[in-house]
């Protein structure tokens, strides 16, 4: 392969476009970036989101690592629908508008919305045809037994822990169903409201039982006192548990989470957490 480009904000050009088809056909276009050549802000945000699932540091900076990660990941979808008889072309890593067509011929075969871009559903039916364990189709729950087994001990100690600090912290979100995710995301995209999350059902940890929302009471209700929610985060990060108010992109204050290092794409692609 030829030598590629460094890009960066401001960038523009053919190899802009084609970061662009990329990330698009991979379904990161979460904020309607144009498939423009240019750089722009929501392209470099959707470049971080990217970036972020592969533990790339969080800077809009298109480098060699970016580009293998990227075409890597295209050339896999390529590969998979060339040998399940969808032809996507010579698997170049590039995702051109034969890769497209594919995916959509794809999509409509799998009763799946034919939107030409590998959404979660779409990639955990290519790379993952017969998961045994349904989360795609579970529902929604608070309850700590729908959370996989090691997060739940993990959430247990967190809220005792909360208890001897004098916190009276609840869990109001553990297992989220992927309709639900899917009907969170058009929130302020297509139906009304403000956008409160970037990902697609089977995108967000809550939808693998690896992510739960907590939050201190005061007399019944949520309290709104961010120092409380503070608190709450530091002793859950004490358990070893990611906090969301440590996050980069989207800063959620309720958000815990413990990924065993995978991302929503190692999960939709068949990779379980350690039993
Ligand atoms: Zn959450």
């Known amino acids: ?114 939107s030409g871009i590998v959404d979660p559903r779409t990639r955990q039916r290519l790379f993952n045809p017969h998961p045994k364990d349904h989360y795609e189709y579970l529902p929604s729950s608070n309850a700590l037994r729908s959370l996989n087994p090691h997060v739940a001990s993990m959430a247990t ?18 297992f989220r169903s992927w309709d639900e995710e899917d009907r969170l995301f058009a929130q302020g995209r297509w139906t009304p409201g403000n956008i409160v999350t970037n990902a697609r059902g089977g995108d967000s940890y809550h939808n693998w039982g690896l992510a739960f929302d907590a939050a201190p009471y005061e007399n019944g209700m949520i309290s709104n006192d961010v120092e409380k929610f503070k608190r709450m985060g530091q002793l859950g990060l004490q358990v070893g548990l990611e906090w969301g108010g440590n996050f980069k992109s989207i800063v959620d204050y309720p958000h815990f989470q413990f990924t065993f290092g995978l991302n929503t794409w190692d999960l939709l692609n068949g990779v379980r957490p350690p039993a």
């Open 157 to 174: 100690r967190f809220l005792e822990l909360t208890r001897a600090n004098q916190l009276d912290v609840h869990i109001y979100a553990a």
């Open 1 to 114: 392969m030829s030598i590629l480009p460094i890009l960066t904000l401001g960038s523009t050009g053919r190899y802009v476009q084609l970061l662009q088809m990329g990330l698009d056909g991979l379904a990161l276009n979460y904020n309607g970036f144009a498939i423009d050549g240019v750089l722009d802000i929501r392209t470099r945000d959707a470049l971080l989101n990217f970036k972020d699932r592969f533990d790339l540091p969080h800077v809009g900076v298109v480098d060699s690592v970016t580009w293998k990660i990227l075409i890597e990941n295209v050339k896999a979808v390529q590969k998979l629908l060339n040998s399940n008889g969808y032809h996507s072309g010579y698997p170049d890593g590039w995702f051109g508008p034969t890769t497209t067509a594919a995916v959509k011929k794809f999509q409509t075969d799998n009763q799946l919305y034919p």
